[in-house]
């Protein structure tokens, strides 16, 4: 006799599938990366300041703020066959890609540079003192 009263409890038990669940989103995937490669030389071997973005600043008033946060430098010998490069990746290179590079006050020297993003070359600039690559107009 227990056996089906225990039975009868439990086939009167109301069963609840909720239908409505809601699972947690999982975040948003980040943004692409693009690789951003800079290269400078010189035609005249020779020694030049170099600025270049390795990183996309968060919006343009911190940018505009302080650029230099977001504009390392290095100095480097560059010439025919002595080229700095540099591999970075950026989210919106057409934003923040930009290398530039200087050879100050002594004889022109004819300074090139070159902006490639995922492979493509998408700025060449070159100058008698120093050159700017960037997909922007600064």
Not at 17 to 27: E, H, K
Not at 37 to 52: G, Q, R, S
Not at 60 to 86: F, I, K, M, R, T
């Amino acid at each position: 006799m227990l056996l089906g009263l225990a039975s009868a409890t439990v086939l009167g038990v109301d069963i609840v599938i909720p239908t409505g669940v809601s699972a947690a989103q999982p975040p948003p995937p980040p943004p692409a990366l693009h690789d951003v490669k800079y290269t400078i030389f010189a035609e005249v071997p020779t020694f030049v300041e170099i600025y270049y973005r390795d990183v996309d600043p968060p919006n343009w008033a911190d940018y505009s703020h302080n650029p230099y946060v977001y504009s390392p430098n290095v100095e480097a010998n560059v010439g025919p066959d002595l080229q700095w490069n540099l591999d970075v990746q950026l989210t919106n290179p057409d934003q923040w890609a930009m290398v530039t590079a200087t050879s100050g006050q002594g004889p022109a020297t004819n300074v090139h540079c070159v902006l490639a993003v995922d492979g493509v070359v998408v700025k060449t600039h070159q100058g008698p003192k120093g050159a700017l690559c960037s997909v922007r107009n600064w």
